[in-house]
């Protein structure tokens, strides 16, 4: 059974039963869930579980791309784990509860997939004596094949705050080949797991503790693809499925390695695999390789791929050719992976690159590392986790490693630091958390009707208010969070900033600074009082700033061109990957594997105003989803699209999905002018751009900048100015040059006086000399130099001393020949060190002493003779 037919099988099968059929949502999930990346089918859905949003339908259905970051580590080493799975499910939102869900899946079970109902076995939470009822009674499944377990088996929750509920599952017994008899809570090898039923009725805290009943009892379901692909055809494991098997012939064909002949290297083939498959999805959602958080998910994955790539013999790009495959096999179901696949290819390949050249970095750490470690001994824990975290080494690599050189790893000690980088994720995580007393104030208020796109003015009414110390009065001074019924202020939003403006009431007039949406599709007009109090259902006017709204869209109009324009210029992979809009100013973000040339930019900025002076109008319009694709909208990433979209459509050119505001005509832009570009990450360049007044602003200030160049050269005019610049340079390198002649000069007659000071200790020659006014390069040019031309036999040792401003600086320069007999600088100068207050440092054969006692600089330099003598009696001894 093919992995397509199995889940449309599924969706058809629900479909049938009233069920609305719903898109994936993004690996990328909403920020109020505290989800660093979509881990179940019910994500998307969270605010109707907890009431803060009306279900725009009673039953839902999805197959939903999933991502649990923490299975990274097993993937490879078992047949079982992956990183990223499609989760089927089906959904009632106060709708149906235990009793249909029990019955719909046992018969999609039976009757859709013709699993035979003796292999059935199922589990329920341990007190969930109605659920084992409808199981036996209702569904007829034998009570000695139901099994009760307790909350770490049978009680889901996201793992964040959130709904939560006891759960049913479902087991197919494989036979005893697999495991031993005894059922689920013996062995869940012989017992696969393929269907979770969550009775979604608790709301829990971040430790899974219940703090109450949901407003209503929902049913959330989900069954692995994965596991159904494995269990109805009767395979080992998910990576003989047709999901993955294509991905594992792609890496057969690139090593010349045989899937299931050498387990070693099956390890690296199922990786490279699977991992491939992940980081398509992942960078298709939008997500970019960094250092935290989901990028840095990305990232390890990446590294994994490569460096298991590179064990398998794969020496040339392993990415692209996954990401094609990948593309090929799930576009029908996921159409993003077919639409961004220039653009995941030029990532992934530009980080596959990068990593290449840390690969070979992190090996030159390593065997530095052996080379510290005697043979047999272990290599210290922060080193294999440097390995791991800065150069993306595999634990199973760096066993590898250390094995082959006899020795054994410190891995308590990488447990413990991995251990402490897991609890800063997750602080980092809780911290991104919008605030419970918003969240809640937001629940309380509904959703507000925004009316920006037609209006700039508008009367509602303050249907929520968060204060300081969470008082219900917001006075003169404080900041304040307000939620209106009815608003025309646009709320933060496809990389367009929030607007500002002015909320009044009978008593208190609010100056906004932002505005944010909140979970139920409330506003939140941040802001602070101006004068007077504002409270809960007063009746309010709320005014935007009518001129910063002109020009934010402006520049949202010329984000549009300048998208349109780059991917003209450097091709289709430049898509959007990111946008900060502003007034009279916008950023943007693209995947691109170098930097853009200045005349590159120059060809750009050109085509994007011939395009603004075109005066082309600026279309807005709402329809479907599906037709918004069809008419070949652009969607962005990590942005959530319901079932009515909004299109901006600029001339015949540009079309994107786009909820911002905009110009009506190309004209209104005026003028676009490109800023600065720059890297923003392996694979990433960023452009900005400043429109309209703001434009003409900035090149006012080149203008004047120039001529202030021009007069300072004086260049007479602009156009002689570059030839008038580059003659200047000229001159000065001249200049320079018979300076450093000169200069030159001075230091060997100040070398040769220096060296001329010599005396005799142990056959050795010392020089311990003052030389005031001088700093550290001065002194340590010239002691350098001195030792170099004393050097003999015995070794020679040049000793500098200097004071300013009250403090003291002494450098020693040692000879190869004296760090051979024993004596390095910053031992020469411990004794002179101390005279002065400070200690001593620095290399073998330099060393930096200083210190706040100026004045015994003197005395500390005659203490070095002695010092010189001591060390080389020691040495003769």
Known sequence: MEGRWIRETFLSFFEQRDHKRVASSSLIPAPETGLLLTNAGMNQFIPYFLGQAPAPFPRATTAQKSFRAVDIENVGRTARHLTLFEMLGNFSFGDYFKSEACAWAYELVTEGFGIDHDRLWVTVFETDDEAIEIWADEVGIPRERIVRRGKADNFWWTHAAGPAGPCSEIYVDRGARYGPEGGPAVDEEQFMEIWNLVFMQNEVDDHAQVLGELPAKNIDTGSSLERLATVLNGLDSFFETDLMQPLLEVVESLSGKRYGVDEHLDVSLRIVAEHGRSITFLIADGVQPSNEGRGYVLRRMLRRIVSHARRLGIQGGVTEPLVDRTAEMLSDAYPELAENRAFVAEVAGSEEERFSGTLRQGMELFRGAVARVSRGRELPGDVVFKLHDTF????ELTEELVADQGLTAD??????????QRRRAKEAVKKGKMDERVAAAAARAGASEFIGYTALVGDGRVTALVAEGGAEVASEGEQVLIVL??????????????????????????RVSDAQWAPGNAIVHSGVVESGEIREG?????????VRR??????HTATHVVHWTLKHVLGEHARQAGSLVGPGRLRFDFPHHSAVPPEVLEQAEELANRRLAQDDPVRLFETTFEEAKRLGAVALFGEKYGDIVRVAEIGDYSRELCGGTH????????????????????????????????????????RRLLDDIVQALGAGDPKSAPERARQVVQELKQLQSELGKLRKEDVGKLVDEIAGRASQVARARLVASLRTGMGADELRELAQAAAGKLENEAGAAVVLGSRDGGKALIVAACSKNMVARGVTAPLLLEPAAGRIGGGAGGKPILGFAGGPRGDAVEGALEAVADRLEELLRTDRN
């Open 392 to 395: 993306g080494f595999p634990r």
């Open 538 to 546: 007063d009746d309010a006017h709320a005014e935007v700033d009518a």
């Open 485 to 510: 019924a009815r608003t025309p202020f646009y709320a933060e939003g496809g990389g367009q900033i929030g607007d500002a403006g002015l909320i009044r009431t009978a008593t208190g007039l609010v």
């Open 663 to 702: 110009v009506p005509r190309t004209g209104n832009v005026a003028l676009v002018r490109i800023v600065h570009e720059a890297g923003i990450g392996a694979g990433m360049r960023r452009v900005e751009a400043v429109v309209g007044p703001d434009a003409l602003r900035e090149i006012n200030l080149e």
């Open 550 to 555: 002109e020009a934010t869209a402006r520049a």
């Open 411 to 420: 891995w308590a000690g990488f447990d413990a630091l991995m251990d402490q």
